[in-house]
């Protein structure tokens, strides 16, 4: 509930300041604000050595890849096809490419999972971020013809975002300089590793509540007033089929083993922060109604879990 309360007082205030100033001009500096407080203090944990628990382990990992990359792909294409909205269409493909999150670490601790074996997932699904943006990079060639043509109404100081983006970019920043960070910390600087440690839950939700508080800052997020209320309904029941069937998936094709939970935590949540960033460089290309479902999958997101982990830990104790 409070992590609801912050995501919600986050994204009012910036929605606010943005309508009083006009909104903020988007600095890709954020994404290296991501990459630093919520990839590096997760790779604090990771070495080398680890990966060589993955081949006993391949069963895990190949049930990841075709779950996430397939299965929940596929759903995801669906249902935005059926509400015949590209914009939203859109969101629902890049959430179904970006399983896990930075909080995913956290469930999987609480939940009694394996917890190398998760970090390990969460390290594969977080090197796949290069084809994973190609392969939406491409998205719109197939799209725009298969969708009514979306408003693309964008007032003229809001608009280039989408052209400043690389392919590479996000892989660079979220991925290769956090990880080149870490190994740094750890070799010079061990006190602040503990130091994170202790304080991870803390720096996690004040890293999103920021992140979220300045992308809702932005211009571009001035957009959403520009929606209607059917598209807000059909943003949102369409989100809510999404997560529906992923969780039934994730209670369906996993099991409750220490393995099985670690691969469950990354089917049944998504990298919804780093979906909302991307979102920023697309909005021209697929509308306003592109960062509807990111914005509800919060909601849908962090309460659903929060019951889930509630419920696994309750589990562990009466057993």
């Not at 069963?59 to 059926?82: D, E, F, H, M, Q």
């Not at 399983?99 to 090197?127: D, H, T």
């Not at 290769?176 to 839950?201: E, G, N």
């Not at 592109?290 to 696994?312: D, T």
């Amino acid at each position: 509930m409070q992590q609801i309360i912050l995501i919600i007082s986050a994204i009012a205030l910036g929605l606010l300041f943005g309508n009083f100033t006009g909104g903020l001009t988007f600095s890709s500096l954020v994404c290296l604000v991501a990459g630093i407080f919520l990839v590096t203090p997760s790779l604090f944990k990771f070495h080398l050595a680890d990966f060589a628990i993955l081949k006993n382990n391949m069963p895990s990992v190949y049930k990841n890849l075709w779950i996430n990359y397939l299965l929940i792909t596929a759903i995801a294409l669906a249902i935005g096809y059926a509400t015949q909205d590209i914009g939203i269409a859109a969101a629902l493909f890049l959430l179904a490419l970006l399983p896990g999150g930075g909080m995913v670490m956290m469930w999987i601790k609480q939940s009694g999972a394996n917890v190398k074996l998760g970090f390990l997932i969460f390290m594969l699904n977080l090197a796949l971020l290069l084809p994973i943006t190609l392969i939406f990079g491409m998205y719109d060639n197939i799209a725009l013809s298969l969708f009514p043509t979306p408003d693309l109404t964008i007032p003229e100081h809001m608009q280039g975002v989408a052209k400043k983006i690389m392919p590479i970019a996000p892989f660079m920043i979220l991925v290769v300089i956090p990880f080149l960070l870490s190994r740094l910390v750890l070799k010079f600087f061990p006190k602040l590793v503990d130091l994170t440690a202790k304080h991870q839950q803390l720096i996690s939700k004040s890293t999103m509540f920021g992140i979220v508080l300045y992308l809702f800052s932005l211009s571009t997020a001035q957009l959403l007033f520009q929606v209607e209320i059917m598209d807000l309904v059909k943003a949102f029941v369409a989100t809510a089929i999404f997560y529906a069937i992923v969780f039934i998936i994730a209670e369906k094709l996993t099991d409750k083993t220490a393995n099985g939970k670690s691969v469950y935590w990354h089917i049944a949540t998504r990298y919804i922060t780093l979906a909302l960033i991307m979102s920023v460089f697309s909005v021209e290309t697929y509308g306003a109604t592109f960062i509807l479902p990111i914005m509800i999958a919060y909601f849908i997101q962090i309460g659903f879990a929060g019951f889930l982990s509630k419920r696994q830990i309750k589990a562990i104790k009466t057993t």
